[in-house]
């Protein structure tokens, strides 16, 4: 038996005991005494605990006694690397991606079950946060049953499980699903990113409207073998009808007055394509091409399928305009020299003779 006595930091003694090694226990024992005894110490961890639930306002745990004494640690522990991931997170998300994590936190801030905390205290945070979306998610919204109707279209050949929820908040588009690599592997393929929390889509002037690419993107989850609930009923009729504008990924842009640059999203052949064109040069990931070769530049985008912006529009409009308006004038014929009119300097040396 190997019982030792400790002369905490509080001042308090105790018995331990310890197996191992000697110099195991020694280091051991020196580590005890440097900290308070273990009566001290739970009362400190439960005074932190309080403030800690005071300050958020957090509801009194229920449960036994050891299990609310134990859940209330959890709770802070957990509460604690949440607010510290969205604090780090909170400037990649959408406002989508904000307001559903203050709703999140404000749900895990409510939850005052002891066993709701002991059971999910091996879960990761973002596991956590993200669950507690979840779960909000498959709640009804508050007296609104009626108002909020999903547009759900399931795919001919249904091969996933559940839904995937489709939600537009001004230029971003949120996708949310459970992990599936599937799933992942679509959402990146129409260049949507993870910001911690879910897919996301950012849409702009460049890429086309936000409604025809969310309607493009749950098209190919439906093809897929996705269910699809759409945010209202115009985007989902796009999707089924096929009737949505694709995004571009391929552009012509204006450079300045006299040039367009011709700019593309990972696709080694579209350089060899512009490259090709009259007066094309390689710039920093871009061709750039006088827009006085406007012909072949809309041939070139017509037949690759490339977005004219309006400012690119209006430079080959107006080289168009320039080329087509240089003058014709009237030439006049080059007259043909006649022989007589011309002094023959070999005669006139003759002549001299
Ligand atoms: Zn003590």
Redesign the pocket.
Known sequence: MAKYTIK?A???EGTVELFGKSKTREYEIKRLEKG??P??EARLTAKENDAFAEERGLPELVGTERQVQWANTLRRTKLDACEYFIENNIMNMTDIGKDSIGKAMNWLYGQNKASFWIENRYESTDTTIHNAIKELEFMPPEGSMKDEKEFLVAPEDPKKEGVVRILIKGDYISFIYEKDSDFRTIVKKHYCKWNGMEWVKETTALTGMTDDIAAEIGRDLLDNGFRVAFPDKDVMDMSVNATFEKEHTKWILREDDKKIKIKWRNDLNCYYDAIALRGAKYRSGCVLVPAEYYRSIEDFAAEYDYYISPKARKVLDDAKAKIEGIPVPEFADIPEHKREDVPDPLAELMDED
């Open positions: 905490y509080c001042g308090h308070d005894c009566e001290c």
